[in-house]
């Protein structure tokens, strides 16, 4: 009966065979656990006649050593035809390859940069919604009932409600700080906008800027030229030069356009800057005193100033960048060659 029993599990020892990992565990299972087939054996040892014993177990040692051979082959030819698939390990001793990481965004770099040039002279800050209400992003800021930028081909308004827009400019936050807190205010918001123009080299319909406002009492213009001059120094190097361009804004009064000496010729003239050696990076000027009463400040007592800086070109004159759309494509050529700005 029993040598029966060793015959047929010799057999089947023989032939087995194993072609992966779960197979080799099924082999293991049945063969060399501790619930095996074998293991079994060793257990009928109790009801093996006394004079039985020696020879019974030395048959059953033997199948034992039959399993674990078996075993050891299995495990080899599983290996080696998993190395003739995959080929051999590679040497783990080798420092690991490195992944690509990604970059910070140009955009996200120099807002970063504009932010901490303002921040260390005592700018904080501030936010506003991207969906904007008329008074935020227009009345407020003394936007007259008519003026063409209020006009739908400029603005992109929600449902066709023409008192809900996709903010045109940042200084809709202005008035935000301002209906919110008293002075002194010395703030920067940063954010896109939008504006509904075909996209080119030079526009974009979503943009980003950067404004910034002061309101104190005696706050002047020449505060405002000195701020703006340290700005642009701090951005762009200490050889930069800043012009005040008389202009119009419906919420400044006087108003200027910033101009800085182009950094592609150094002043001397280039396509960049259409022979004049300078660039516009944004507006400027004193806070109309309507829009300071329109936000329930005492415009006899403040005064300030506001700037509205295009984030875009001032990254386009930074790192020499001559088409807007690049910004957008993410075309990782583009993007690599500002790793590490930060
Ligand atoms: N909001 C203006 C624009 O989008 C830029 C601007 C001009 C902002 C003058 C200002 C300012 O704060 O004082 O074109």
Same mark, same amino acid.
Request: net charge negative.
């Given at each position: 009966?029993?040598?029966?029993?060793?015959?047929?599990?010799?057999?089947?020892?023989?032939?087995?065979?194993?072609?992966?990992?779960?197979?080799?565990?099924?082999?293991?299972?049945?063969?060399?656990?501790?619930?095996?087939?074998?293991?079994?054996?060793?257990?009928?040892?109790?009801?093996?006649?006394?004079?039985?014993?020696?020879?019974?177990?030395?048959?059953?040692?033997?199948?034992?050593?039959?399993?674990?051979?078996?075993?050891?082959?299995?495990?080899?030819?599983?290996?080696?035809?998993?190395?003739?698939?995959?080929?051999?390990?590679?040497?783990?001793?080798? !420092?690991?390859? +490195?992944?690509?990481? $990604?970059?910070?965004?140009?955009?996200? #770099?120099?807002?970063? @940069?504009?932010?901490? %040039? *303002?921040?260390?002279?005592?700018?904080?800050?501030?936010?506003?919604?991207?969906?904007?209400?008329?008074?935020?992003?227009?009345?407020?800021?003394?936007?007259?009932?008519?003026?063409?930028?209020?006009?739908?081909?400029?603005?992109?308004?929600?449902?066709?409600?023409?008192?809900?827009?996709?903010?045109?400019?940042?200084?809709?936050?202005?008035?935000?700080?301002?209906?919110?807190?008293?002075? !002194?205010?010395? +703030?920067?918001?940063? $954010?896109?906008?939008?504006?509904?123009? #075909?996209?080119?080299? @030079?526009?974009?319909? %979503? *943009?980003?800027?950067?404004?910034?406002?002061?309101?104190?009492?005696?706050?002047?213009?020449?505060?405002?030229?000195?701020?703006?001059?340290?700005?642009?120094?701090?951005?762009?190097?200490?050889?930069?030069?800043?012009?005040?361009?008389?202009?119009?804004?419906?919420?400044?009064?006087?108003?200027?356009?910033?101009?800085?000496?182009?950094?592609?010729?150094?002043?001397?003239?280039?396509?960049?800057?259409?022979? +004049?050696?300078?660039?516009?990076?944004?507006?400027?000027?004193?806070?109309?005193?309507?829009?300071?009463?329109?936000?329930?400040?005492?415009?006899?007592?403040?005064?300030?100033?506001?700037?509205?800086?295009?984030?875009?070109?001032?990254?386009?004159?930074?790192?020499?960048?001559?088409?807007?759309?690049?910004?957008?494509?993410?075309?990782?050529?583009?993007?690599?060659?500002?790793?590490?700005?930060?």
């Amino acid at each position: 009966m029993q040598s029966q029993k060793i015959d047929q599990i010799k057999a089947e020892i023989a032939a087995a065979n194993a072609k992966s990992a779960e197979e080799l565990e099924a082999y293991r299972m049945r063969f060399i656990s501790k619930k095996s087939v074998v293991a079994a054996l060793f257990a009928d040892m109790k009801s093996i006649p006394n004079e039985q014993k020696k020879e019974y177990g030395q048959q059953v040692n033997e199948v034992k050593q039959l399993a674990e051979e078996k075993f050891k082959q299995l495990i080899e030819a599983v290996n080696t035809s998993r190395q003739q698939k995959t080929g051999p390990l590679p040497d783990l001793t080798l !420092p690991p390859t +490195t992944w690509p990481i $990604g970059g910070i965004h140009p955009l996200t #770099a120099t807002r970063q @940069r504009i932010v901490e %040039i *303002f921040e260390r002279i005592g700018f904080n800050l501030s936010e506003g919604p991207e969906i904007e209400d008329d008074w935020h992003n227009f009345t407020a800021l003394n936007f007259p009932e008519n003026h063409p930028a209020r006009e739908m081909q400029d603005t992109f308004f929600i449902e066709k409600n023409p008192d809900i827009a996709l903010r045109t400019h940042t200084s809709s936050v202005q008035v935000r700080v301002m209906e919110n807190e008293k002075p !002194p205010i010395r +703030t920067l918001s940063p $954010g896109r906008v939008f504006r509904n123009e #075909a996209i080119s080299a @030079r526009a974009h319909c %979503i *943009f980003h800027q950067v404004e910034g406002l002061y309101v104190d009492e005696n706050v002047s213009f020449a505060n405002l030229k000195q701020t703006l001059y340290h700005f642009a120094k701090e951005m762009f190097g200490k050889q930069t030069q800043v012009r005040f361009r008389p202009s119009f804004f419906p919420f400044t009064e006087p108003s200027a356009e910033i101009d800085i000496s182009c950094q592609l010729c150094g002043g001397k003239g280039c396509n960049i800057c259409k022979g +004049t050696g300078w660039v516009e990076i944004g507006g400027s000027g004193m806070v109309d005193p309507n829009v300071l009463e329109n936000c329930g400040i005492d415009s006899e007592k403040y005064t300030g100033f506001a700037f509205g800086m295009g984030i875009e070109r001032i990254a386009m004159l930074k790192y020499q960048i001559n088409d807007l759309r690049l910004f957008t494509e993410n075309d990782i050529r583009f993007l690599q060659q500002f790793r590490g700005l930060l």
